[in-house]
């Protein structure tokens, strides 16, 4: 009898959980960036009386695939999803098709993205901005002191905007007017700042002591400058950069120990991600691709981003 109504009491949780009218959100894993974006999307739903249900899938596909398949099995009127792997968002967005439930992916471009169909949409920023914009005013910065020598710490290379981001440096160190910079070291620790951290302090144990680093986001940009300091390198004779705009990133910038990073709207893609899937889920036509423009942030600027 107990077991019975175990069973009962867990079968209402489940329910209660993911069910028609609500919108199933999977997100690949939490940090900074991703936690500012996941509470915008509970406020804009809270906002608009729409039921939300926020899974974490802690950086494992097979846990988020199994997520986009409960919420398919619940009947949830829509799905949102920040993808591990960009590479398996065409099963994804299959399971949401064969189901007749909308889509939308946020900030991580999809590999599938212009297959998702009337009922599917991607909402975020255009990656080819990103690293551009950092890596020009890098360019700026190590022309005017007269240095050259770069290392590029990059994000998870399952993930669209890394290998994107990646890209944007090299093709703008390509250029005339960049072409004297020279990459030195490239590794990819993940989007962690403990890891670029560990991966920064090994560069220093080896003798590398790059002019710039130039990293995929602002947690790893962080975890250089914090590598840097416990070494007892002064942070301020290194040109650092990296991408969110996140408020800690933006606290080391205030301090001079960060150089460039560019304003990556969390809050705008999980509000936009939200209103793009109630739209979806009413059979209201929508932008298959819904950007939100990065912006460049400096210390000459950093004070109009603070509180965003």
């Known amino acids: 009898m107990k077991k019975l109504l175990l069973g009962v009491a867990l079968s209402v949780l489940v329910s209660s959980v993911a069910n028609a009218g609500t919108i199933g959100v999977s997100i690949a894993f939490t940090n900074t960036y991703l936690t500012k974006m996941r509470k915008a999307m509970e406020q804009e739903a809270k906002a608009q009386n ?5 899974e974490i899938a802690n950086s494992d596909v097979n846990t988020q695939i199994s997520q986009i398949q409960n919420f398919v099995a619940a009947k949830v009127d829509a799905i949102i999803v920040y993808a ?14 064969d189901a007749g439930i909308p889509i939308v992916y946020v900030n991580s471009q999809p590999i599938d993205i212009d297959q998702l169909g009337p009922k599917g949409a991607f909402v975020g920023s255009n990656e080819s901005e990103s690293g551009t914009l950092e890596t020009k005013e890098v ?8 240095k050259s020598t770069v290392a590029i710490i990059q994000g998870d290379l399952r993930n669209q ?25 490239q590794q990819a620790p993940g989007w962690d700042p ?6 920064m302090t090994n560069w220093i144990a ?9 990293a995929n986001n602002d947690d790893q940009a962080v975890g250089a400058i ?28 205030k301090q001079g120990d960060l150089d460039v990073t560019i304003y990556q709207d969390a809050a705008g893609q999980g509000r936009a991600a939200v209103t793009t899937a109630m739209k979806l889920a009413k059979g209201e036509k929508v932008d298959s691709k819904v950007w939100i423009p990065f912006q460049l942030v400096t210390p000459a600027n950093m004070n109009d981003f603070v509180q965003k």
Do not use: N
Request: proline share 3%; aromatic share 4%.
């Open 161 to 185: 905007a890394a290998i994107q981001r990646t890209k944007d440096i090299h093709d703008v160190i390509a250029t005339d007017e960049c072409s004297f910079m020279k990459v030195i070291q």
């Open 84 to 97: 591990i792997d960009t590479s398996t968002t065409a099963s994804m967005t299959k399971l949401a098709q």
């Open 50 to 54: 729409q039921p939300l249900t926020v």
């Open 226 to 253: 914090r590598a840097m300091a416990a070494a007892g390198w002064d942070p301020k004779e290194v040109v650092v950069a990296g991408i969110d705009a996140t408020a800690e990133a933006l606290s080391y910038m």
């Open 206 to 214: 080896a003798g590398i002591k790059p002019d710039a680093v130039i």
């Open 139 to 146: 360019c700026r910065l190590l022309k005017e002191a007269g």
């Open 194 to 199: 403990v890891k670029a951290q560990d991966l």
